[in-house]
């Protein structure tokens, strides 16, 4: 009698087959199936011997081994001393926690290793979270140079896969690549999530099904997708070790970071609606809960360095005349901070620049009924600071090696005690002097020599620490994640924040496709859309302000540029963009997000549900076609009517398969121009 362990949720099963010497085999990952369903036959019943192969047979498990008769890529590699390399478990037993999860403990007797993997696949949101433990029961150190959080089956007809790529100013940029049977894999080394590969990624089948998985994690990490013998596939996502990191004593274990992972028979939509769902449920809102996302005036772009009190104060108010609710000041706020060459470090107010200190700004700010928000880099140290100056040893280095820096700065040590101490005593002090509610946290390089040992992870852990000793002391304040742009976006730092920075390019066209990328993995209140200056900074393009708020409406809007200097005839449009995002923002920031191209450079998303939604579309580039395209609707019911209202206009009533066969007849839109809709079900 063979024993399969079985994980519903609304959309999706997971099965294993168990037994109690190997580690539960892949049987299926999909789209739902119906109770009851199980795998007709034992797994090696249906595979009888090829030639010249092992008599016994090793299929796909959840932990794949090494150097016993798994040839495809493990979910481990350690060794004590050369010794212990070979790993197969030799005892497993599946533990039902509650209706969602198993936890299942593994033992590898013979290399002396315990592997506990949670498995939990979430009715609410469709997703299934994968960690592992690993426990060195032997005796000497066990040296792991890699741990998958987890090890998922494919399909056979898995075709293609999206990642993302970039750098600064041009994140999430979207990369296919075919699956063949040669491998895939994407490393990050940069030591934070870094903009060069996102930690996840989404692949299509043949048929339409979508996979998608992400790293909950905010440090270097390794993915790869391979071909395996009976023509399915396995990925393996996990954090990136380096040479001698991750050195267990006996006794001593090693938690990976969870794994997001989904499957969606709707294809890449599914998979991004499961996540949106999951990240929600990660974040600790202030209060418990998620209120209307707060239109923010960012100091940066507008100012830069050149801060001047009374300037910022002028600012603040003619911000908060257009509808500003949250005034963040940017960089350039503390001691000797003129420039990007010093004084990372010195966490406190300027004394030429703000003799006062930051109090009479913050209390102008907040008798204008706003937010006072202030940007930190805890993280990082300039050579030229009090604080490098009195704790040079508390930057990351080698010894015997120069050190390296990056826009003049260094990286402190944040696995050390009294680094982080350091920190939170800092920034304590500024949230309990200033009436902050929000910290734009910052982090403008990646890491090198990072520790005579590596602390890449404990670099990660350190900062989650400091993080969550903030939060737990001052609970009301929401913290934003930035790495120079969307360096730092991943489902691991969410625990701990509440926005993204998404891009420091707020180019509307380039954003665009930024934004479409990281509406793939996170969900739009979450991702920070600024309204920037014409010409834009990043890249010299000019548009007019109404594309530009309207490529920044779905996000957590906000404003970056001089609103001062605004024409009248921008400023009063401004304003009325901020209006109908405030409007519009509780429609945005719920329910499923639906993404797709019409053709003839229009692209669109769609907000809602299938009763009621919130249509988005953007052109990017004039016009090559006589006549606009049709835009099919296919999450719409077909056999119910909508009331379509476009913007502005007076609501038409259509039949819902027209517009999921046929399609909504969009105007002819210029060049670069953002339309607005409304359906809903009749
Ligand atoms: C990089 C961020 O992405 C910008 O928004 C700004 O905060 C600068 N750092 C400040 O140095």
Redesign the pocket.
């Known amino acids: 009698m063979t024993d399969f362990a079985v994980l519903h949720s609304p959309a999706c099963t997971a099965i294993w087959e168990v037994r109690p010497d190997e580690a539960p085999l892949w049987r299926y990952w999909g789209p739902r199936l119906p109770d009851g369903v199980v795998p007709p036959t034992p797994l090696r019943d249906e595979r009888p011997e090829p030639s010249f192969s092992l008599h016994h047979d090793v299929p796909l498990s959840l932990f794949p081994g090494i150097g016993m008769g798994w040839f495809g890529a493990p979910a481990l590699a350690a060794h004590r001393g050369g010794a212990d390399w070979a790993h197969a478990a030799t005892a497993c037993r599946v533990e039902q926690v509650g209706e969602d999860t198993l936890h299942i403990h593994l033992s590898d007797d013979v290399a002396g290793l315990a592997i506990v993997i949670v498995a939990r696949l979430d009715p609410a949101s469709d997703v299934l979270t994968l960690s592992t433990t690993l426990t060195n029961r032997g005796e000497g150190v066990l040296d792991v140079g890699w741990l998958a959080s987890a090890c998922l089956p494919l399909p056979p007809d898995a075709r293609e896969v999206l990642s993302y790529t970039g750098r600064h100013n041009s994140e999430f940029v979207a990369v296919r690549d075919a699956l063949s049977r040669a491998g895939w894999r994407r490393e990050n080394r940069r030591g934070l999530t870094s903009h060069d590969a996102f930690p996840g990624a989404i692949v299509t089948c043949a048929d339409g099904t979508a996979y998608g998985a992400q790293l909950a994690w905010s440090g270097n990490h390794v993915q790869s997708i391979d071909w395996i013998d009976d023509g399915r596939r396995q990925w393996l996502l996990g954090e990136g070790l380096a040479p001698g990191e991750m050195r267990l004593s006996p006794g001593e274990s090693l938690t990976t970071p969870e794994m997001l992972a989904t499957v969606s028979a709707l294809g890449a939509d599914g998979v991004s609606q499961a996540f949106h769902r999951a990240i929600r449920a990660r974040i600790a809102w202030p209060g418990g809960a998620m209120s209307p996302r707060k239109v923010h005036l960012?100091t940066?772009e507008g100012f830069y360095f050149d801060h001047d009190p009374a300037a910022l104060q002028d600012l603040a108010t003619a911000a908060a005349q257009v509808g500003v609710e949250r005034f963040v000041l940017?960089?350039?706020w503390f001691a000797g901070r003129h420039d990007?060459t010093s004084s990372l470090g010195d966490w406190r107010p300027d004394p030429l620049t703000y003799p006062e200190g930051l109090g009479p700004l913050a209390a102008h700010v907040t008798a204008l009924g706003m937010d006072f928000g202030l940007?930190v880099?805890p993280e990082m140290v300039n050579p030229d600071s009090d604080l490098y100056r009195a704790h040079p040893d508390w930057a990351l280095h080698i010894d015997g090696r120069p050190l390296l820096t990056a826009r003049h700065q260094l990286v402190l040590d944040m696995s050390l005690p009294q680094v982080r101490d350091h920190l939170c005593d800092a920034i304590a002090a500024l949230l309990r002097s200033l009436p902050i509610a929000y910290l734009?946290w910052?982090h403008?390089r990646d890491l090198t020599h990072a520790g005579n040992r590596a602390t890449y992870r404990a670099q990660v852990l350190g900062t989650y620490a400091l993080m969550a000793r903030l939060r737990a002391a001052f609970p009301a304040v929401e913290i934003e994640s930035?790495?120079?742009?969307g360096g730092r976006i991943d489902a691991g730092i969410i625990a701990h924040t509440h926005r993204f920075?998404t891009s420091?390019c707020i180019d509307a066209i380039s954003r665009v496709g930024i934004q479409r990328g990281f509406l793939r993995f996170m969900p739009p209140e979450l991702m920070g859309s600024h309204v920037g200056a014409c010409p834009a900074h990043s890249t010299g393009r000019m548009q007019a302000m109404a594309f530009r708020s309207g490529v920044a409406l779905p996000g957590h809007f906000g404003v970056e540029l001089d609103v001062r200097g605004l024409n009248d005839a921008d400023r009063a449009e401004l304003a009325a963009a901020i209006a109908r995002y405030k409007a519009l923002r509780g429609r945005f920031h719920q329910g499923l997000v639906w993404q797709g191209a019409a053709g003839d450079g229009v692209v669109w998303q769609a907000h809602g549900s299938a009763d009621d939604l919130l249509l988005h579309v953007t052109r990017t580039a004039p016009t090559t076609w006589r006549h606009a395209p049709h835009l099919r609707l296919p999450m719409l019911d077909p056999a119910r009517r909508y009331h379509l209202t476009p913007e502005g206009g007076a609501p038409v009533t259509v039949a819902g398969s027209w517009l999921v066969h046929a399609g909504l007849a969009l105007p002819p839109l210029a060049g670069e121009a953002v339309a607005i809709y409304t359906l809903t079900a009749a």
Do not use: L
Not at 482 to 485: F, Y
């Open positions: 960012n940066w940017d960089d350039g990007d940007w880099e734009k910052d403008n930035c790495a120079g742009g920075w420091d």
